[in-house]
């Protein structure tokens, strides 16, 4: 289905370049896709979902996080509209770069009564250590309490477990003992099975040498070990290493229980297809983005259409290395942007006041893949908010 023709003065902005001109940017796509779920799926996928901040709250942006609730949790419905789950509180909701554990937990509350009051909507939600500062983290023990304190809390909650990768952890951590000794001692206690992360040091520096060393070959034979020896309490392992041979390299060596969800938001689209040998579930902090074009990308390939999941996905794939490219922490400022640009909110205003973490010319760069994805719901609200956003930043229409 065709969006509407609009005048064509509606449909131009001016965007900067990178030799310091302005070109005048006319929208080309023609794409749009269902708003809601269309047919059925035969891979899990999760969104992991961005917070709206509230622009109006009396707070200081980078000390504390202040949330538009009723924002935030219609976000949530449109990911689940579409029949995709919600990755809860984890880094896209700005987890450790704005959103504490307090706020976290509350983010995760309201989301598991939404789900449930659905009927039971897919969410998952992050649980790690914190709230303990790495600089308080004396010993593994104190790395196990903290875990166990937020598992605890989210399954109090009635949610479902993410284990995310620990700060704490990394610091203390010496070797395979080290990290075999936490997770055995927290997954003995999980009531349900939980998903791994494996979040590499791109999308958190502060987790650089995960698993006990910086050898990336030697990482990997310590998660597959505590994962394999632990298969039953361990529904899944999402792989954020931006590295698709790693991520087929373990889905491969996996207990044959144990799903994989790619974190690959350079490389989603092979991967979730697979080949002969297997494929990746996905839980991707891309799809808060992209989420209509991967609802119906996804149907297709239940529907054994693979040319039109390519179709679909593929033109998406540069916007996602777009906004994930490095320093690829700053990844949510593209998030939020695209949920302006769509109409999820009114402002681009963010936690922490990471809307600063991007630059003019690379805002204008994603609105240029954007279109080219018809990723672009409403081209005439995206235009001007696009207008608006370069106005204040100096670039008049």
Avoid: C
């Amino acid at each position: 289905m065709n969006k509407p023709v609009l005048p064509m003065s509606s449909l131009a902005v001016k965007l900067p370049r990178a030799d310091r001109s302005i070109e005048n940017y006319r929208l080309a796509a023609s794409r749009t896709f269902p708003s809601k779920l269309e047919g059925t799926l035969n891979r899990v996928a999760f969104s992991a979902a961005h917070v709206v901040a509230d622009p109006l709250a009396d707070a200081d942006p980078w000390l504390s996080a202040a949330i538009d609730w009723d924002r935030t949790i219609a976000f949530r419905e449109h990911i689940w509209d579409l029949g995709l789950g919600v990755a809860e509180a984890m880094d896209t909701a700005q987890r450790g770069m704005g959103l504490d554990w307090p706020t976290s937990l509350e983010l995760i509350e309201r989301s598991v009564r939404a789900a449930k009051a659905r009927g039971g909507a897919l969410v998952y939600s992050g649980a790690g250590t914190d709230h303990l500062a790495v600089e308080d983290a004396k010993t593994i023990d104190n790395v196990i309490r903290a875990y166990e304190e937020q598992i605890a809390a989210v399954e109090k909650a009635g949610g479902r477990i993410i284990l995310m990768a620990s700060r704490a952890l990394a610091r203390l951590g010496r070797n395979a003992d080290d990290y075999a000794r936490v997770y055995n001692r927290v997954l003995s206690q999980v009531r349900e099975p939980v998903i791994i992360h494996w979040l590499g040091d791109m999308f958190d520096p502060a987790l650089a040498g995960y698993w006990g060393t910086a050898d990336l070959d030697k990482a990997m034979d310590v998660a597959v070990g505590i994962i394999n020896a632990n298969a039953a309490k361990i529904d899944g392992v999402k792989v954020s290493l931006l590295d698709k041979q790693r991520e087929i390299d373990m889905r491969r060596r996996l207990d044959k229980n144990v799903k994989m969800y790619t974190g690959d938001d350079f490389n989603y689209a092979e991967l979730i297809a697979g080949d002969d040998k297997g494929f990746s579930h996905a839980l991707l902090g891309i799809f808060d983005a992209i989420a209509p074009a991967a609802s119906y990308a996804l149907s297709r390939l239940a529907a054994g259409d693979e040319a039109g999941f390519h179709d679909v996905l593929g033109p998406t794939v540069p916007l996602s290395r777009h906004i994930f490219k490095a320093p690829t922490r700053f990844y949510k400022t593209g998030i939020v942007f695209m949920a302006y640009l769509n109409g999820h909110q009114d402002h681009f205003t963010m936690v922490g006041g990471q809307e600063s973490a991007r630059s003019t010319l690379h805002l204008a760069e994603l609105f240029r893949l954007a279109d080219r994805a018809g990723l672009l719901a409403n081209p005439e609200i995206a235009t001007r908010r696009m207008k608006t956003m370069l106005a204040v930043r100096g670039i008049e229409a």
